[in-house]
């Protein structure tokens, strides 16, 4: 139970966010803005709770040992037989489907492809340079994996794009 209120704090401060200023931000620029980017919000707040939570409760002891740097040799579990690497690279290229699929919603018209996988990157980066000091590992095999899932995203998105403006439209302000 103890473990638990460690993330309980965060989902609070998440949701307080949410509600005190995005959620009044978002609705007066329309239904669909508001959908598209509550949408984002709830996946950067799951994203955050596979990958760096509890932050909140973790600042404190952040420095508390040492930090652990990148093993920035791509694919080293395949050849050394470590863990069950199939089973990490799907769910790492499944973790960053979402956003490459919202990511270009949010964007509107501006967000093409080499954007979309641009700031895929930027995303993973930083939670590969946060993790060890929530004393968890960093690997360049990460890195390499959600770009590739931001990417299937966006195609995903291109392939879908004429469906969901049409699904969007009704909500739009009017």
Known sequence: MKYLIRYFVDFIVLAFLYVFFFFKKWKRQGRDVLLVNTLMYAYLSLLLFFTLMPVIAS???????????????PFV????????????????VIMTLPFGFLFPL????RARFGVTVLFCFLLSFGI?????????TSDITDLI???????????????????????????KRR
């Open 59 to 73: 600042i404190p002891f952040m420095f508390d040992h040492p930090y652990k740097l990148m093993n920035l040799v």
């Open 77 to 92: 579990d395949v050849s050394l037989g470590r863990g069950d690497f199939f089973r990490q690279v799907v769910l790492n």
């Open 106 to 109: 949010t964007r509107d018209k």
């Open 128 to 136: 590969e340079l946060l993790q060890p000091f929530f004393d968890r």
């Open 145 to 171: 994996t959600n770009v590739i899932g931001g990417a299937l995203g966006y195609g995903l998105y291109a392939i879908f794009k004429p469906i969901i403006l049409w699904l969007l439209k009704p909500l």
